[in-house]
C-alpha cells in the first residue's frame, strides 16, 4: 500500500496531474494516456475499469456522456484511435474503480482526494456501496417475481422476506433493526457497509435461484429456501470474516455518500470550466 505523500511531493504530484491534461473548452485527460498514468497497459483491461465507473456514474443519476466524451485521437503509430475525453471527475471515479493494488492508482487516489480537499474524504467503499445498493433493488423485484411465480401471495411477501434475514441473522427484521439500533423510519439497507449488502445481495439473488431451481411451491416451502439460503450466507460470512452479519456495524447513509459524492462532481465541473478558460 502507498504511504501518504509528503506535502512537497504532493503538490508536485498534483501540478504534473494538471500539466498532462488537454484544454479546449474544459480541460479534459485523454483515457489512453490517463491509463499508462494508472499503470495499465492494456486497453482491454482499461476499458473494463471506465465501463465500472461509467455504471457509477450512472447509479449516481449525472449524465455519463459529459464525463465521458468519446472521441480519437493519433496513437504513437500516426493512426486514429479511438478513446475518450475525461473529465476530472471521470479521472476520479476511474481511480477509484481501479486496482488500487496498482502503487500508480494509490497515488492517483490521492492526488484527487487532495484537489478535492473541501469535500469529506470519498473512499471506493463509497462506490462500492452505491452500486451494491442499486443492485440490491433490483435483486429483491426478481425475487419478489420468483415467489410470485410460486405462488406467494402479496400479503405473505412480509413472512417470506423475513425467513430470509431470519436465516441469515439468527433474528426476525424487526429484531435485527433494533438489535443495530437503526432510526426509526429508515431502510436497514440504506446503513449497510459494502460487505453486509454483498452478503444479501448474494442471499437475494440465490433465493431467487434456488426457488426456481427447486421448484419450491407455496409460502411454506418459499420461505423454507429463503432461511436455507439465508444460513449458508451466514455461515460463508462468518467464516470469512469471523464477524456475525448482525454485528457488523451500520456506516453512513447512503443518500449523504451519493451527495458527498455529487459535490466532487460539482467541485470537478467547475474546475475543469475554470482551467479551461486559461
Not at 502507498?2 to 474544459?26: D, M, T, V
Not at 433493488?137 to 423475513?162: C, H, W
Not at 470469512?240 to 451519493?258: D, M, Q, R
Request: proline fraction near 3%; glycine fraction near 6%; hydrophobic fraction near 35%.
Amino acid at each position: 500500500m502507498l504511504q501518504p505523500i509528503e506535502p512537497e511531493q504532493l503538490k508536485l504530484e498534483i501540478e504534473h496531474f494538471e500539466e498532462s491534461a488537454k484544454k479546449n473548452g474544459i480541460t479534459y485527460w485523454y483515457a489512453h494516456q490517463y491509463m499508462l498514468e494508472l499503470g495499465y497497459e492494456s486497453w482491454e483491461t482499461f476499458q473494463k475499469v471506465i465501463n465500472k465507473a461509467m455504471g457509477a456514474c450512472s447509479k449516481l443519476n449525472i449524465d455519463v456522456t459529459d464525463v465521458f466524451v468519446p472521441d480519437t485521437y493519433i496513437n504513437e503509430k500516426g493512426k486514429e484511435q479511438k478513446t475518450f475525453r475525461l473529465t476530472r471527475f471521470a479521472c476520479f471515479l476511474i481511480a477509484m474503480q481501479a486496482d488500487e493494488r496498482k502503487p500508480e492508482v494509490a497515488k492517483a487516489q490521492i492526488i484527487l482526494a487532495a484537489i478535492a480537499d473541501s469535500v469529506v474524504s470519498v473512499n471506493h467503499n463509497d462506490l462500492g456501496r452505491i452500486e451494491t445498493r442499486e443492485d440490491l433493488k433490483l435483486a429483491e423485484r426478481i425475487m419478489s417475481k420468483a415467489a410470485t411465480e410460486a405462488g406467494v401471495e402479496s400479503r405473505q411477501f412480509g413472512i417470506f422476506k423475513d425467513a430470509g434475514f431470519r436465516g441469515m441473522y439468527n433474528m426476525s427484521l424487526q429484531k435485527l433493526q433494533e438489535h443495530k439500533a437503526l432510526p426509526t423510519g429508515k431502510t436497514l439497507y440504506d446503513f449497510m457497509g459494502l460487505t453486509e449488502l454483498a452478503g444479501n445481495l448474494f442471499r437475494v439473488t440465490q433465493t431467487a435461484e434456488r426457488i426456481k431451481s427447486h421448484h419450491a411451491t407455496g409460502l411454506n416451502s418459499v420461505s423454507q429456501t429463503a432461511k436455507d439460503v439465508g444460513k449458508e450466507v451466514r455461515t460463508m460470512m462468518i467464516k470469512s470474516s469471523g464477524v456475525t452479519p448482525e454485528n457488523l456495524p451500520l456506516e453512513e447513509p447512503i443518500n449523504e455518500v451519493k451527495t458527498k459524492i455529487k459535490k466532487v462532481h460539482t467541485k470537478f465541473k467547475k474546475l475543469d470550466a475554470d482551467k479551461g478558460k486559461k
